[in-house]
């Protein structure tokens, strides 16, 4: 029996256009996958495409809002290969107190970190228990475990994703489909772009690696996951520079 994965295959990257998950696809094409790029836009993802064909490596580019489970549905079916592993990446953050969300900015947070998980988990899982194989790595947040003030819609999301990922990782478990999540702490991402050099500054004072993290160390440590042994499982494995 084969109790570990070895560098091929198809990976499917969410949120792929930028940051963490454009690391990630350019990492896995590096390593031998096959990548089915993913996001809202085409363009910035088509530059993404070009990119990793530059490389040498197969590529396919599809503008979908998984956070859509009808775009979700449509991205899945133009598919020409079912993927071996699934990373779900896409997010977005929102900064502001509880008391002055809209049910839409709710809902959108809630939508495209948390269902969209659903939703591409419930794709992928038909054909990854026919195979017997599989891998979904989640790309989860510190907040998610401890909270964050003023985020507490994003921290909610990404907790439901941590909860999700372990859940799902005991019902896979017997079909051979490892299910993992990657909690990074502050990356730098344009996700931080709001900070001022103030706030970036005094963040930095508060990581004990005294600095934020690369999206090519987050890339680095996902494809550590996905090529880790098959027992490894049900983990929320946390990237954050000994900050929390």
């Known amino acids: 029996m084969n109790h570990t994965q070895s560098p091929s295959g198809t990976v499917l990257i969410t949120g792929a256009s930028r940051g963490i ?5 350019l990492r896995m094409a590096r390593e031998g996958f096959s990548t089915i790029l993913c996001a809202r836009h085409l363009e910035p993802l088509e530059a993404v495409q070009e990119e990793i064909r530059s490389l040498g490596a197969s590529c396919e580019a599809f503008a979908a809002d998984v956070s859509d489970p009808d775009q979700c549905r449509r991205l899945f079916s133009s598919l020409k290969k079912e993927p071996d592993i699934l990373i779900n990446n896409a997010g977005i953050s929102h900064i502001g107190l509880l008391q002055d969300m809209t049910d839409e900015e709710w809902n959108a947070i809630i939508n495209t970190n948390l269902s ?4 591409c988990c419930r794709q992928v899982i038909p054909s990854m228990v026919r195979a017997r194989n ?8 510190v907040w998610g475990s401890c909270g964050a003030s003023c ?10 994703v941590n909860s999700l990922t372990r859940a799902l990782a005991k019902e896979l ?11 990074c702490g502050a990356i730098d991402t344009s996700m931080n772009a709001f900070l001022s050099p103030e ?3 005094a963040l930095t004072e508060e990581i004990p690696a005294g600095r934020l993290g690369t999206p090519e160390e987050a890339a680095g440590m996902a494809f550590q996951i996905l090529t880790a042994p098959s027992y490894l499982t049900g983990q929320i494995i946390t990237l954050d520079g000994g900050w929390q």
């Open 21 to 25: 998950g454009k690391a990630i696809a």
């Open 116 to 119: 969209s998980v659903f939703y």
């Open 134 to 141: 599989g891998r979904i790595l989640n790309i989860s947040s």
């Open 151 to 160: 985020e507490a819609a994003y921290s909610a999301s990404k907790g439901g």
């Open 173 to 183: 478990a017997p079909s051979g489909i490892q299910v993992n999540a990657l909690a």
């Open 199 to 201: 706030e970036r500054d």
